[in-house]
């Protein structure tokens, strides 16, 4: 996948979590202006109103990371063993942190953790 396609990608999502962090913050009665933020501001904002637990907080967070990555030339790296991640993984996740091995791993080593919080 070409870097214009990738950054293409990543903004559709982020546009895509924006309006739904709009509807979100609507929801709570936030006034919140989530087009002419910076991804940054968005999250800070988001942190400032007390909505890090929600799953879109972990969404833009996960956007924001992929596309710094992808401005310093480290996208598509694992972010455990620092190997490439699989073009077929990240085909299907453009924001996916780790190879197939590393995630199986981690997973692995925070099952308990998943079996706490559900």
Known sequence: ??????????????????????KLALSKNISLDTQSTSLCELIAL????????HPLF?????????VCQLDI??????????????AERLAINPV?????????SH???HRQELRLTH
């Open 58 to 66: 972990s969404q833009i967070t996960q956007v924001d990371a992929a």
């Open 1 to 22: 996948m070409s870097r214009s396609h990738t950054r293409h990608e990543l903004s559709q999502l982020e546009s895509n979590l924006r309006i739904e962090i709009g």
């Open 46 to 53: 988001l942190t400032q109103a007390g909505l890090c637990e």
């Open 73 to 86: 030339g480290l996208y598509g790296l694992c972010s455990d063993c620092e190997n490439e991640i699989e």
């Open 96 to 104: 996916e942190q780790r190879c197939t091995q590393c995630a199986q």
């Open 107 to 109: 997973e692995h080593e």
